[in-house]
């Protein structure tokens, strides 16, 4: 088997930073150590003091295969994941057609084993008269159902209370919600078009504000509460949201909470300059709410930070706001921002591995990842906190060739990306080698 020894790493690990060599041997880290001696057949990675982190779990992402491949393929977007350091990625079912039988969930999973770059796992896609497919669902096999619990589109919109109740009290697997009420949103619109003639960007965090994100979060939460189910909640954006989650520890939790990238980094004051580009759902909001949810990572309340990366082309973006469709490419930059945060005395690095790496392995149970130990999947990435990185449209690797990050100066650099023991990106470049990525497993 293959071996790779990381010399003189900052390996960041279970809320410590430490001086360390890595070996890694086949697809799994067989040696933490302050000093290994070398093998004749090591391939050596000097890290000259760089970080060594636990690759990313990201639990949300819209990859847009099949039937949207205009936007980005499985193909397209887990290679730009995996220039960001993402190792595993669980994977929307708003696709077309949307993903709501295990036969569809199945046909996914084949595509990702052809060509995915990252570690992979795919949601069924809840709908008002599918609960039997839900039912099928393996907890070993299967990350989660995915409800939309309003304001979404075509049959994947759950808004009635029994479905709802049938849902929260049979799922198998754990639940995550996107939570925008569409009543709610409905009695915006009208009240917003009363005094004009149409809406227009700096109207998204109106149309969908606090009050739309909190009625469906805390609906969503009482339904879990009165089954037992397990939740988790999609994309946070609201302090007021934050009422409804308990601080501290992952560990034993019931119902978790999420915040984006996105959310953390931009804040209603940004659509001036960026305009539809930074539309997405739910809306970007208040930089006090930007700042609270900086705050609960801190406090716990939320729990893990993902990216929802939903590319979508310029095109289609560069129209009417109301015609604009909702999201961002978000994965190749998603750990940069966090970095960025680290920089700027926001987080620390170790928070930061927390919630984008232990914390989602954690909650999902994911098998063997998420951590730097030793038998554990050698899903690594080495940044380097003392380069940068200068982001481009055209120097980004989705399948669309636009960032909302265009212009801008990262205080970070990805050096090296490894998935399964294999080396798969390096300072820019991806080595020609078979892909190594499998599927996802679940100890539950």
């Not at 990381?6 to 890694?24: L, Q, T």
């Not at 009290?169 to 009543?183: F, K, N, Q, Y």
């Not at 659509?271 to 809306?283: D, T």
């Not at 940044?383 to 960032?403: G, I, Q, R």
């Amino acid at each position: 088997m293959s071996s790779t020894l990381i010399k003189n790493a900052r390996v960041v690990n279970e809320g410590h930073v430490v001086n360390a060599d890595v070996r890694i041997v086949g697809k799994r880290i067989e040696k933490i150590h302050v000093n290994i001696e070398r093998q004749p057949d090591d391939i050596v990675i000097q890290a000259d003091g760089a970080y060594l982190l636990p690759g990313m779990i990201d639990d949300q992402v819209h990859f847009r295969e099949p039937g949207l491949t205009h936007k980005g393929t499985i193909a397209s977007e887990s290679r730009a994941a995996v220039a960001g350091g993402i190792t595993s990625f669980m994977e929307m079912p708003n696709v077309d057609p949307a993903t709501t039988t295990i036969e569809a969930l199945e046909r996914k999973f084949a595509i990702a084993f052809e060509s995915s770059f990252a570690n992979y796992s795919f949601y069924l896609g809840a709908t008002e008269d599918n609960l039997q497919e839900i039912k099928r669902l393996d907890p070993k096999k299967h990350c989660g159902v995915k409800v939309f619990m309003g304001a979404s589109t075509g049959n994947l919109l759950v808004e009635n209370h029994d479905a709802l109740e049938s849902i929260f009290r049979d799922s198998p697997v754990l639940i995550v919600t996107h939570c925008e009420s569409g009543a709610v949103i409905a009695k915006n619109r009208s009240e917003l078009l009363a005094n004009k003639a149409q809406l227009k960007i700096h109207d998204h965090p109106l149309l969908r504000d606090d009050q739309a994100c909190f009625a469906s979060s805390s609906y969503a939460v009482e339904l879990a509460k009165k089954h037992g189910s397990q939740l988790h909640v999609l994309h946070i954006t609201t302090e007021k949201e934050l009422s409804l989650f308990e601080p501290g520890s992952i560990e034993g939790k019931q119902i978790t909470a999420e915040a984006c990238v996105h959310h953390l980094w931009f804040s209603d004051e940004d659509y001036a300059e960026y305009g539809n580009l930074i539309k997405c759902n739910p809306a970007i909001k208040k930089a006090s709410d930007r700042e609270a949810l900086i705050q609960a990572l801190d406090s716990g309340k939320i729990d893990i930070i993902a990216t929802d990366h939903a590319p979508h082309t310029l095109e289609e973006k560069q129209v009417d706001y109301e015609q604009a469709p909702a999201g961002l490419p978000l994965v190749q930059h998603a750990l940069l921002t966090l970095l960025d945060h680290v920089y700027h005395g926001r987080m620390t690095i170790e928070q930061v591995v927390l919630k984008v790496a232990h914390n989602p392995a954690i909650r999902y149970a994911i098998e063997e990842r998420g951590f730097i130990r030793e038998g554990y999947y050698a899903d690594l990435v080495l940044v380097n906190c003392d380069s940068t990185t200068d982001v481009t449209n055209e120097n980004s690797l989705y399948h669309c060739k636009w960032s909302p990050f265009n212009g801008h100066q990262f205080h970070s650099a990805i050096e090296r990306t490894w998935v399964n023991g294999q080396q798969v990106f390096e300072r820019g470049e991806f080595p020609s080698c078979p892909q190594p990525a499998m599927r996802l497993t679940f100890s539950r």
